[in-house]
């Protein structure tokens, strides 16, 4: 039986300002990534997620980011590497603190939004954050796009990786994802959405912007959950999976 995670972005809320549904989402998927404060979430927030991660019995990640509140950590930061490897330090080591008085822990490290993307080529940026994970707990996976720098460069450090495909996001012919300002960069039909995880799972092919056909090997797939409509659509794609006899679990239970 395939087995598969489904991972979602969580505790992106800010005080009084909210974003996205976490309780819901958090009855859905099997692996959480929950902000660190840098791009999005105060502790309140994080504290509570990761309360409620660990009664549905949900995995934590750290999904660390630019220091960029304003710009959601989705512009690109020409930080200094050291100053990176301390920044990832600090919201791994935040996160995990406020998981442990939840009665959970920190299980993987995700970055978010630009420095995910950054990573997959970028090698200065992406060796600071593998740094920074080998620095805390080298025993901590790595989730990136397959074939991106940072895998490689986690592998070489003797760390373990897992590779992520995007449920709502649309693939480039090179495998790299959509750039957000694109129109159609983010997928929102359900049922749609659904068939092209449930093929990308079984069969490991997804359908790129122009019409080829990508191989792509996924340990984990993303719902964003900040995306407008995103438990529906997370729902949606568990269903799909189960439905096409894909066992859900997270990658952590696994370790």
Known sequence: MRTIDLNADLGESFGR???????????VVTSANVACGFHAGDPTTL????RAAAAAGVSVGAQVGYRDLAGFGRR?????????TADVVYQVGALDALAR?????????????????AIVAHEVQAAAVVEAIRL???????????????LHLAAAAGLATVTEAFADRAYSPDSTLVAR????????????????????????????????????????VCVHGD????????????????????????????R
């Open 17 to 27: 300002w909210r974003l996205g549904d976490d309780a819901a989402m958090l009855g």
């Open 47 to 50: 504290l509570e997620v990761c």
């Open 76 to 84: 690109f930061i020409d930080v200094s590497p050291d100053d990176l």
């Open 101 to 117: 008085a939840a009665g959970t822990r920190v299980g993987y490290v995700k970055p978010h939004g630009a420095l995910y993307n």
């Open 136 to 150: 805390v707990d080298d025993t901590l996976p790595l989730v990136g796009l397959p074939g991106s720098v940072s």
């Open 181 to 220: 300002s694109e129109p159609g960069a983010v997928l929102h039909d359900a049922d749609a959405v659904t068939a092209r995880v449930v093929r990308l799972v079984v069969d490991g092919v997804v359908e790129a912007v122009d019409g080829s056909d990508l191989v792509v090997h996924a340990d984990s």
């Open 227 to 254: 995306t407008p409509g995103a438990v529906a659509l997370a729902t949606a794609v568990r269903r799909g999976l189960e439905d096409a006899g894909v066992r859900l679990r997270s990658f952590t239970q696994s």
